[in-house]
């Protein structure tokens, strides 16, 4: 009789890893519904998580076009406690290398302790007629890997001044944007996209 302490701290630990297992199954089952080549991508992924708890995801499956042919690409981004993981899988219709059809997935395991920045913009539709969920979402986030750098002519007050002020510039961290849209991709893409930047913010607090 009477688990006492250690019992309870035994029953936490059990369901705190069946709820780890079960965001595994989630992302490995949002993997499985796009159809595009899951075995592939679900092994990139894997790997590049490297068996850390899986906190949070999104996967977003899309067309890039290229000439007159239209390819699939699928972006994976994942949430771990320690790191930012991004996966990333193309298909290819071969080349000198590889004659025959082929994907190629690039994946890259980022620190939260390194994210600069996470940006959202949500965009309203008919704003004026009271709350409504965004009609589309774009996340932004930084970590130093890639800069933007936006210039433009400098000026000052004087309307009359034709002297050469150089430039002025905005140096931005554009590492990874993802944007989808409750048309193209349903409302569930969009609210799915707004409550992963979420945990990614909360991740990033240094609190």
């Known amino acids: 009789m009477g688990g006492?302490?250690?019992?309870?701290?035994?029953?936490?630990?059990?369901?705190?890893?069946?709820?780890?297992?079960?965001?595994?199954?989630?992302?490995?089952?949002a993997i499985d519904r796009t159809g595009y080549y899951p075995e592939v991508v679900g092994e990139g992924v894997a790997a590049a998580v490297a068996g850390e708890q899986v906190?949070?995801?999104?996967?977003?499956?899309?067309?890039?076009?290229?000439?007159?042919?239209v390819r699939r690409h699928l972006s994976v981004v994942v949430l771990t406690p320690t790191r930012l993981v991004l996966a990333h899988t193309d298909e290819h219709a071969g080349d000198d290398l590889l004659p025959e059809p082929y994907t190629s997935t690039s994946?890259?395991?980022?620190r939260l302790s390194a994210v600069t920045s996470v940006?959202?913009?949500?965009?309203?539709?008919?704003?004026?007629?009271g709350p409504t969920p965004p009609a589309e979402a774009v996340m932004t986030i930084g970590?130093?890997?890639?800069?933007?750098?936006?210039?433009?002519?400098?000026?000052?007050?004087?309307?009359?001044?034709?002297?050469?002020h150089g430039y002025t510039g905005?140096?931005?961290?554009?590492?990874?944007?993802?944007?989808?849209?409750?048309?193209?991709?349903?409302?569930?893409?969009v609210a799915g996209l707004l409550s992963f930047a979420e945990?990614?913010?909360a991740g990033t607090h240094p609190g």
């Open 107 to 110: 994946t890259e395991a980022v």
């Open 55 to 69: 906190v949070s995801f999104y996967v977003h499956h899309e067309p890039t076009f290229d000439r007159d042919e």
């Open 170 to 189: 905005v140096l931005a961290s554009d590492d990874f944007t993802l944007r989808v849209s409750a048309a193209a991709d349903g409302k569930d893409a």
């Open 119 to 129: 940006v959202v913009t949500r965009m309203i539709a008919n704003p004026t007629k």
């Open 143 to 164: 970590w130093g890997g890639v800069s933007r750098l936006d210039l433009e002519p400098a000026g000052c007050e004087d309307p009359e001044c034709e002297a050469d």
């Open 199 to 201: 945990s990614l913010s």
């Open 4 to 29: 006492g302490a250690g019992s309870d701290t035994l029953t936490r630990m059990a369901l705190r890893t069946t709820g780890e297992q079960d965001r595994a199954r989630e992302l490995r089952s």
